[in-house]
């Protein structure tokens, strides 16, 4: 298995990875990143948002999952889009992308990650309180536009 940069080639594999991910939890529906504008083009978008990225863990050319960070603040960024397929899942993978991450990001001086989720991801939320991610009270300010969202976390770098 690798993690590396996300590839054209790669952007509608994550986007329907994506999709099938809220569509089975019910939140295919505006105010997620099910509806962004930017979903079926990562690469372009991770590619043109500074100190930015968007990784892809993959296995035999087959794509199993994602994970990216964009700037929310000169010192804080935003882990955006962590998905990986149901069958991929409890299997290391979605912990290797946020490790990949994380220190992605601390390198590009990101003293902290923040992240928006639901309470109906219940799983990826134990999964980010394992992680270090702490539980806030009140979302950040930020443009994702995503008021479907009602769990904020942040963990320091």
């Known amino acids: 298995m690798t993690i590396r940069p996300i590839e054209e080639k790669d952007d509608q594999a994550i986007a329907q990875i994506i999709k099938k991910s809220l569509e089975a939890v019910g939140l295919d529906q505006e105010g997620t990143a099910y509806t962004d504008p930017q979903l079926n083009h990562l690469t372009s978008y991770y590619s043109e948002a500074p100190k930015s990225q968007y990784f892809v863990m993959s296995s035999e050319n087959k794509i199993l999952g994602g994970a990216g960070y964009a700037r929310l603040t000169p010192e804080i960024a935003e882990l955006q889009k962590c998905y990986v397929t149901k069958e991929a899942r409890r299997q290391g ?32 939320i ?13 979302p950040l300010p930020n443009n994702q536009n995503h008021h479907a969202m009602d769990i904020w976390m942040m963990k320091k770098l």
């Open 126 to 138: 134990s999964f980010y309180r394992h992680h270090g991610y702490e539980k806030l009270s009140k």
């Open 93 to 124: 993978i979605a912990s290797a992308l946020i490790e990949h991450l994380e220190q992605e990001a601390k390198e590009h001086d990101y003293q902290a990650i923040y992240l928006e989720s639901s309470s109906l991801l219940k799983e990826a």
